[in-house]
Structures are given as C-alpha cells and as structure tokens.
C-alpha cells in the first residue's frame, strides 16, 4: 500500500510560528500556524518555547499528547517552497 502524500516525513518549527514540512511525496511545504493561536485547543502554542518543540509523531506533527495537527491539514494548508 502506498503512503499517502499528507504523511510528515520531517517538521523543522520556526520563531515565526510557521513549520518547515517535508511530506512523503518529498515536497517542502510551509505551513503557517499563526491562525490557530486563537483556537482554545491550540492556546498552548501561543509559548515560542513549547511551539518550538514540534516534532514528527506517527504521520503528523505533534507537541505532546494533547496538541497536534492533521497531516491533512497541514498539507493543504501549506504553501510550497521553492
């Protein structure tokens, strides 16, 4: 079976609060998270230091049990990086 493209192969967080995504087909995309430190789920990523320790979980991006974001999300949400 063939991995979906959406799958995060790698997350690179940025002070900016915008992720670095490489996903399985090998595209870098850029994501911004800037909209989602409004929503109450996300309210922890508001703190630079906790944003900053994104990391690759299963198929997507995570910070810890509680806060991560759909791979699908993340992939049509994102913009491509030259």
Do not use: C
Not at 12 to 21: A, D, F, G, M, W
Request: glycine share 4%; aromatic share 10%.
């Amino acid at each position: 079976m063939k991995t979906p493209v959406w799958v995060v192969k790698s997350v690179v967080p940025q002070e900016n609060y915008t992720l670095l995504l490489t996903f399985a087909d090998g595209k870098k995309r850029l994501y911004n998270a800037r909209p989602l430190l409004n929503k109450p789920l996300f309210a922890d990523l508001k703190s630079l230091p906790f944003f900053l320790q994104a990391r690759v979980g299963g198929d997507t991006v995570v910070w810890n049990d509680e806060v991560d974001i759909a791979p699908e999300h993340l992939y049509e949400n994102s913009v491509p990086i030259p």
